[in-house]
């Protein structure tokens, strides 16, 4: 029997559901698309006629939002309708980690799929798909089934019925457009080959049906995880080395281009960084670690917990380097933070190493200037549990020594930023990092001035050029 698909809902209006709908929209222009969430700010400004206060920042979503919004796209918080109406809907809701009781600190907090389902469950009519786009522990699928198929669901009306598919989402912040419209496989697990069918043929309308791959349902669901595992496993991998080079003389971008070279391993994933973040990779790596430990298999939950521990380590290294070269105090220095999202063209900074490296100079009594083009400083607040100070306040003696102060800055071309600055670091790889002008910079800083480079981006010439040290992330020559 062929599906019928005319309506599709989305649950979850976050850096996953808006610009999967949004691309769905612009693919399939017959089809209507809702996306609902509960957060009313969000869809407030989802739906801002001005395009650069939407909710999360693509390069690339601006246009598709002007190409489908209030034409076959739309943003809003009628849950209840978007659920009647559609045919499928994804559950496209946010599962962190959860905080406390059973599996705390590992587990996936299901709460908000548990609430989506119930909803689902109270208000579909007929026969509808529904799609698992969130990243959920294995067995998910199972659970979601049974709460739609719970006698209250079905006494309802006899003709209710539902089909339960994964489809996780491997789009990567920064580049989430590119991802969506180029993807490298699109993965659907189920038992219902119609249901599969009728979701896949979505996808058909751009992608190549060799990319669309059909598994089990728990495939799906662990493909999700491990993929995430690996990805996050390269980058602790080569962080590690980055602390080898440093002691050895080697340098890790030389290891990187070497090893990259073996098509076995391939150069992608293989840059060093300050750690990874983002809100995926170390709640997915402890969800399986979670699985692991659930089934008795502890030697596989230390070999992945390993890759979260070492960029926990990998972070406070940074930050230990950081207070070492300054002469062992940072304690009323000024630094200058640039970058706070947790990789460049995102306004997220959910697990950004940037929170982590700053609260421990913060602790260490060092005060930051954190210049970020996309992140806002209400959020840098949230991040950092303290409010901003004031350009003109953080010119005064810091009354409360034990804790250093932060201030927001919006344009590094502000003749404040870099005065009486003993420090410049790099925790983001923005483009324009790579275009600053450090012989300028020079003339403003503390002597000796320092430049961190985490991401590798500045050019080095330049910066020694104009006078300041350099400490460049897995360089064995660093002085
Ligand atoms: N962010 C990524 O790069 C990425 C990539 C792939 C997969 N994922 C996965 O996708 C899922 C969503 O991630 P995200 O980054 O979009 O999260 P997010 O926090 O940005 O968005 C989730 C949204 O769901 C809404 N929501 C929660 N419960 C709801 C309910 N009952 N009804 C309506 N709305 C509700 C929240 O208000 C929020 O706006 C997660 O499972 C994540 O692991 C994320």
Same mark, same amino acid.
């Given at each position: 029997?062929?599906?019928?698909?005319?309506k599709?809902?989305?649950i979850?209006?976050?850096?996953?559901?808006?610009?999967?709908?949004?691309?769905?929209?612009?693919?399939?222009?017959?089809?209507?698309?809702?996306?609902?969430?509960?957060?009313?700010?969000?869809?407030?400004?989802?739906?801002?006629?001005?395009?650069?206060?939407?909710?999360?920042?693509?390069p690339?979503?601006?246009?598709?939002?002007?190409?489908?919004r209030?034409?076959?796209?739309?943003?809003s918080?009628?849950?209840?309708?978007?659920?009647?109406?559609?045919?499928?809907?994804?559950?496209?809701?946010?599962?962190?980690?959860?905080?406390?009781?059973?599996?705390?600190g590992?587990?996936?907090?299901?709460?908000?799929?548990?609430?989506?389902?119930?909803?689902?469950a109270?208000?579909?009519?007929?026969?509808?798909?529904?799609?698992?786009?969130?990243?959920?522990?294995?067995?998910t699928?199972?659970?979601?089934e049974n709460?739609?198929?719970?006698?209250?669901t079905?006494?309802?009306?006899?003709?209710?019925?539902?089909s339960?598919?994964?489809?996780?989402?491997?789009?990567?912040?920064?580049?989430a457009?590119?991802?969506?419209?180029?993807?490298?496989?699109?993965?659907?697990?189920?038992?219902?080959?119609?249901?599969?069918?009728?979701?896949?043929?979505?996808?058909?309308?751009?992608?190549?049906?060799?990319?669309?791959?059909?598994?089990?349902?728990? @495939?799906?669901?662990?493909?999700?995880? %491990?993929? *995430?595992?690996?990805?996050a496993? !390269? =980058? /602790?991998? $080569?962080?590690?080395i980055?602390?080898?080079?440093?002691?050895?003389?080697?340098?890790?971008?030389?290891?990187?281009?070497?090893?990259?070279?073996d098509?076995?391993?391939?150069?992608k994933?293989?840059?060093?960084?300050?750690?990874?973040?983002?809100?995926?990779?170390?709640?997915d790596?402890?969800?399986?670690?979670?699985l692991?430990?659930?089934?008795?298999l502890?030697?596989?939950? @230390?070999?992945?917990?390993?890759?979260? %521990?070492? *960029?926990?380590?990998?972070?406070? !290294? =940074? /930050?230990? $380097?950081?207070?070492?070269?300054?002469?062992?105090?940072v304690?009323?220095?000024?630094l200058?933070?640039?970058?706070?999202?947790?990789?460049?063209?995102?306004?997220?900074?959910?697990?950004?190493?940037s929170?982590?490296?700053?609260?421990?100079?913060?602790?260490?009594?060092?005060?930051?200037?954190?210049?970020?083009?996309?992140?806002?400083?209400?959020?840098?607040?949230?991040?950092?549990e303290?409010?901003?100070?004031?350009?003109l306040?953080?010119?005064?003696?810091?009354?409360?020594?034990?804790?250093?102060?932060?201030?927001?800055?919006?344009?590094?071309?502000?003749?404040?930023?870099?005065?009486?600055?003993?420090?410049?670091?790099?925790?983001?790889?923005?483009?324009?990092?790579?275009?600053?002008?450090?012989?300028?910079?020079?003339t403003?800083?503390?002597?000796?001035?320092?430049?961190?480079?985490?991401?590798?981006?500045?050019?080095?010439k330049?910066?020694?050029e104009?006078?300041?040290?350099?400490?460049?992330?897995?360089?064995?020559h660093?002085?």
């Open positions: 029997m062929k599906i019928s698909v005319k599709v809902s989305c979850g209006a976050g850096y996953v559901g808006g610009p999967t709908m949004t691309m769905m929209a612009s693919k399939c222009p017959d089809l209507i698309f809702n996306v609902v969430d509960t957060n009313r700010e969000r869809i407030e400004s989802w739906n801002n006629k001005d395009l650069s206060k939407l909710p999360i920042f693509e690339g979503l601006k246009a598709l939002i002007a190409k489908t209030n034409k076959n796209l739309f943003f918080t009628n849950i209840k309708e978007a659920i009647e109406s559609a045919d499928i809907i994804f559950i496209s809701v946010n599962t962190p980690t959860k905080k406390k009781g059973l599996g705390a590992k587990s996936s907090d299901l709460k908000w799929v548990e609430a989506s389902a119930r909803e689902v109270k208000y579909s009519k007929g026969y509808t798909i529904v799609v698992e786009k969130s990243t959920l522990p294995v067995r699928a199972e659970v979601i709460i739609l198929n719970s006698a209250e079905i006494s309802k009306t006899n003709d209710v019925s539902f339960v598919l994964s489809n996780p989402e491997f789009l990567s912040e920064g580049t457009i590119n991802d969506l419209e180029n993807p490298d496989r699109i993965l659907i697990g189920g038992e219902n080959k119609e249901a599969m069918i009728a979701l896949s043929n979505l996808y058909k309308a751009w992608v190549k049906e060799e990319k669309i791959l059909f598994t089990n349902i728990w @495939s799906s669901e662990l493909a999700k995880l %491990t993929s *995430n595992a690996f990805l496993q !390269r =980058i /602790s991998s $080569i962080n590690s980055s602390a080898i080079c440093e002691v050895t003389g080697a340098d890790v971008k030389e290891v990187s281009r070497a090893i990259g070279k098509s076995r391993i391939g150069s994933f293989l840059d060093s960084g300050p750690g990874f973040g983002g809100s995926c990779f170390k709640k790596i402890l969800n399986l670690v979670y692991a430990e659930f089934f008795g502890k030697e596989v939950a @230390s070999f992945w917990e390993s890759v979260v %521990t070492i *960029n926990k380590w990998h972070q406070k !290294r =940074i /930050s230990e $380097i950081v207070v070492k070269k300054l002469f062992g105090t304690a009323n220095k000024k200058v933070i640039l970058g706070f999202a947790f990789k460049a063209n995102t306004n997220d900074t959910r697990e950004s190493a929170i982590t490296i700053c609260k421990n100079l913060l602790n260490e009594g060092a005060d930051l200037i954190i210049y970020d083009p996309k992140v806002c400083p209400s959020q840098i607040g949230t991040d950092l303290t409010n901003p100070t004031t350009f306040e953080f010119g005064k003696v810091n009354v409360n020594e034990d804790y250093g102060r932060w201030t927001f800055c919006d344009n590094l071309d502000n003749n404040e930023v870099f005065k009486n600055v003993c420090a410049v670091i790099i925790l983001t790889e923005w483009a324009e990092f790579r275009k600053v002008n450090w012989k300028a910079v020079r403003k800083m503390v002597s000796p001035g320092w430049v961190f480079d985490s991401r590798l981006i500045a050019n080095g330049e910066v020694k104009a006078g300041l040290n350099l400490w460049s992330l897995g360089d064995g660093n002085n």
